[in-house]
């Protein structure tokens, strides 16, 4: 089997690629057709299938037309890497294409996807063990909520709101007078029409759009506008919770009982481990609630999940008999008991009709009037990358250990020690361009919106490019809401926003004295310019800077750690006024209670081992002004920023190891435990594994 990497992101290559591609964002669609194209010219198009089980592949071939040399000037591909691409495509049978949200979160998204199944079709590569495309979402159970209708252009069960057929069917179903004859509005236009007063009452549950939309500040105006704002959710405090009227506590994922269905269509039970805290309830019983006080109650009157699920099943059944591809009708007459100890299993699952084949598509069968699939013309959008452009292109995605806008994981200390700070991926040749230092901060201006973040320079990220992370948030950040630079440009088709290829500018931040620093207490970096706050074992870490230094160092301190409810502290301190380096670091009784860290420029501390200290204790005959250093005794360990997180393993633990003689991830694995456990850091380990290699080899 053939690996290939498309990335539109970076340009490191992946430990386990056969070819690695770094493509401009936008560019799939010009890959792709031309990957048709060449498909058909080297004679491999599956004929026997196309003929049988599909319909359009001439006007699909006659829209892909397009050149190599266009291909390239697209895609910032050389012709080289193209070739190496389609004859890789061309001759490995067992082809997988996995996209993600880089494909899907873009102006011509469904272009891309379409792009990719035409490929697919065109070679009968669909259906049948190792080939196919797969989508890998952005959420866990993002089929599951399709099956019960969670998008706006969607009844439950797959059915499609613009039918007439499946809307009657619905609404005979479930016995309702009207139901909706056009699609409802998709997630930008919705807060668009709450920003023009189109809706004046909104529902927000378990999501966080202030962060999560484009034009993030016009959401969070939008919301702040609206005359009732209900909120549901784990946490009191979001950037979204803070313009609740209403806040309605929500169960979490442990606490929760249901089914959920992954990207196999498998559907599993998910059983509540953990007990539901306080006036803690599910979002089902929520929404069963409100709808019964409106005077449905005997349509919401569901007793439990087991209820909900029959339902769902029953109508997956109806007047079905093959038609749709979500049939569930098998778990229709379940008991609860039964429902208790459901085992996972994929659907379809029909009433009365034995299992048939797992898998879709390979003999055909399309969900389509006459069975067959449709290929879709797609053409190449005709934009070549211009570097004329004084503007940089912007990619945001995620980093490895938080998720989605981090209210949860930003509360994991653990989580946090790999990535504590957003930041803003530039490469060398931009950084010196531009007057940007390694480790400055600076400001991503798209017109009057405006994040400030951490430089961080490398020749991963590709020229007149940069990435940031998506996650952070206005809780763990001064102004890192990356979304707010984003423009709301959708899709026409899917309605998706473009959230991976925004247009910006980017320019120094002119800092006066940067600073550290770790408590035990949650700090209050009002006095910042700019700040990035995370958990830490025993505590909290702070990143911070100020745009003036300050002479007041104590009543600064004095602030940021809200020292004045805590008595007889004991304070270390040290300075040098010509360098503007002070430190000080004070002890509740023997518990380092702060330590702070400025300097004119990025501080030099140990980062983590400097955090760990706060849940150590420090007695009278020990010393204490290893903490004004900022780093361990000659011996002492300081493992580097961490790497393995679930294991605590830092980059400077694996260096040493690789240095002893641990030359592969294995060895490191078997020598640290570093990459053993949930296997997300290995390709960290094989970087460093292959730098140290390098370094030995000069």
Not at 77 to 94: D, P, Q, V
Not at 507 to 512: A, D, I, Q
Request: charged share 25%.
């Amino acid at each position: 089997m053939k690996i290939v990497v498309v990335d539109p992101r970076r340009t490191v290559t992946a430990d386990t690629a056969d070819l690695h591609l770094a493509i401009d964002p936008d560019g799939d669609v010009a890959l792709f057709c031309g990957l048709l194209s060449h498909l058909k010219n080297a004679g491999v198009l599956d004929e026997a299938y196309i003929a049988n089980h599909t319909e359009g592949l001439d006007a699909a071939l006659a829209a892909a037309d397009i050149e190599p040399e266009q291909v390239a000037s697209q895609t910032g591909l050389t012709l080289n890497e193209i070739k190496r691409f389609y004859g890789l495509f061309e001759a490995t049978e067992k082809t997988v294409t996995l996209y993600s949200q880089g494909v899907n979160q873009s102006v011509c998204g469904t272009d891309k996807v379409n792009a990719i199944i035409n490929c697919h079709l065109a070679t009968g590569r669909i259906g049948r063990p190792g080939m196919g495309p797969f989508s890998i979402t952005g959420q866990p159970n993002a089929m599951g909520g399709r099956e019960v209708g969670g998008l706006a252009n969607m009844l439950a069960c797959h059915m499609e709101l613009e039918r007439d057929d499946h809307r009657s069917l619905v609404r005979d179903f479930w016995q309702s007078p009207v139901i909706a004859e056009r699609a409802g509005l998709k997630a930008v236009e919705l807060f668009q029409a709450v920003a023009d007063g189109r809706i004046k009452a909104l529902w927000i549950m378990a999501t966080n759009p202030v962060d999560s939309l484009p034009d993030a500040d016009g959401v969070q105006a939008a919301i702040a506008s609206c005359p009732f704002v209900v909120v549901s959710d784990l946490l009191a405090e979001t950037d979204s919770a803070r313009h609740a009227h209403v806040k309605l506590p929500s169960t979490g994922w442990g606490e929760k009982d249901g089914t959920v269905t992954n990207s196999e269509r498998r559907v599993s039970r998910q059983r509540a481990f953990l007990p539901a805290p306080g006036e803690a309830m599910p979002d089902w019983w929520q929404m069963g609630q409100v709808a019964q006080l409106m005077g449905h109650h005997e349509a919401f009157d569901y007793p439990d999940p087991a209820s909900i699920f029959r339902e769902v099943a029953a109508l997956s059944a109806q007047d079905n008999a093959g038609t749709r591809d979500f049939d569930i009708g098998d778990c229709a007459d379940m008991t609860t008991h039964d429902y208790e100890r459901l085992e996972p299993f994929q659907w379809p699952r029909p009433k009365d009709t034995a299992p048939g084949d797992a898998r879709f598509f390979a003999k055909g069968g399309f969900f389509t009037a006459n069975r067959k699939a449709r290929f879709v013309p797609v053409a190449p959008a005709g934009r070549e990358i211009s570097e004329a452009s004084p503007q940089l292109r912007l990619n945001s995605g995620r980093v490895r250990d938080h998720w989605h806008t981090m209210t949860r994981t930003g509360k994991s200390a653990r989580l946090s020690a790999h990535t504590a700070e957003p930041f803003a991926e530039i490469h060398p040749d931009d950084a010196s361009r531009l007057g940007i230092t390694e480790a400055s901060i600076v400001e991503v201006i798209s017109g009057d919106h405006k994040a400030r973040l951490r430089a961080l320079i490398t020749r991963r990220q590709k020229a007149r490019r940069i990435f940031v992370p998506m996650h952070w948030n206005g809780l763990f950040a001064s102004a890192a809401r990356i979304n707010a630079l984003i423009p709301p440009v959708m899709d026409p088709h899917s309605g998706q926003p473009a959230l991976k290829s925004g247009r910006v500018a980017i320019r120094p931040f002119k800092v006066g004295l940067f600073g550290f620093a770790v408590s035990s207490n949650k700090p209050d970096p009002k006095d910042c310019d700019y700040w990035a706050l995370a958990r830490c074992k025993g505590g909290w870490r702070l990143e911070f800077a100020l745009m003036r230094a300050t002479d007041d160092i104590d009543g600064f301190a004095a602030r940021l750690f809200r020292e004045g409810a805590v008595q007889q502290l004991e304070t270390l301190a040290y300075n040098d006024r010509e360098k503007r380096d002070e430190r000080r670091a004070s002890f509740d009784g023997n518990r380092l209670f702060n330590a702070l860290y400025l300097s004119a420029e990025p501080v030099a501390v140990s980062r983590l081992w400097a955090a760990e200290q706060l849940a150590k204790g420090y007695d009278l005959r020990q010393s204490r002004y290893r903490i004004i250093a900022g780093r361990p005794l000659e011996g002492g360990r300081d493992p580097g920023a961490i790497v393995c997180s679930c294991f605590g393993v830092g980059a400077k633990d694996i260096g040493a190891a690789v240095r002893s003689g641990s030359s592969s991830v294995d060895a490191i694995g078997r020598a640290l435990k570093a990459g053993t456990n949930c296997g997300s850091c290995r390709s960290e380990i094989q970087e460093i594994v292959d730098a140290e290699s390098v370094v030995a080899a000069e």
